[in-house]
């Protein structure tokens, strides 16, 4: 067997906070303690939202915070040949239709059948429209996002740190997109895809994650691409018990390095990941030799600095 492959995958579309340092760090620790390598692949689908300079950023700051990387970075808005050609694999086999549904349409559906949860079941309006229906529907001028039937099948996995999860694909997950009507390919599209050809066969990130999961492994089977291992980490928690996201720019990374060394930050890292039984000074290299799946935590933590 060859070395394990992970990889660092950010979405670059502000300042890095200490949420994804955390996942990052967990990424790194989990690939190298395996004497493996780590890729690093820039999740910038969304172009508009993911300037360059968040990018580079992010670089800096991974770097700053001592997490090295192999081979030249990858970034999504480069590869939407390849994203194609999927979405052509998934079509061939007649998965793919186009969905004319509006947001607002979406929504009041939505409403109406599933008031809770993230990721509302799409209804499959439009899943059996003839040929003559999209055509009118185009000759309204619509633009129609790409969805993908997905099967009444259940996916399951073991996650390394989560144990075991499973969803029933048509009935939980629904006919999901592949492309949205502006032409923006999505998320779950691209990282099956960029996983399988980077050859990443452990993946390691954020638990909100894992619900996508399922899907993943579904679309990996269909484009005859391998499973990597998983293993989903816990969030990081602002006071107030939501999740830190980059509007709370008092814990960006950059932030934080103005008033602390990266050491400093390492150490309340891998102390909230169960890693150290205090917080102290350390570098993500010299948390390698003690690194275990068996230590880190699996619930989320409230990050206070
Ligand atoms: N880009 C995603 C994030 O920053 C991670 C996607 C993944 O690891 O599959 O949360």
Redesign the pocket.
Known sequence: MGAVTG?L???PSGEMHLG?AF?ALL?WLGARSAGGRVLLRL?DLDRPRCPARYAYGVMEDFTWLGLDWDNEPVWQSQRSARYDSAVAALAERGLVYPCYCSRRELHAVTEASAPHGPAPVYSGRCRGLTPAQRLEREAQGRRPALRVRAPGEVYALSDGLQGPYAAHLAREVGDFILRRSDGLYA?QLA?VVD?GEMGVDQ????R??LP?TPQ?LWLQEVLGLPHPAYYHVPLLLAADGRRLSKREGDLSLRALSRTHTPEEVVGRLAFWAGLLEEPRPISPRALLPAFSWGKVRREDVTAAF
């Open positions: 990889r995958a950010p979405s994804n996942a990424a999740e998320y990282v996983d993946v390691i990130r954020g909100d994650l996508s993943q």
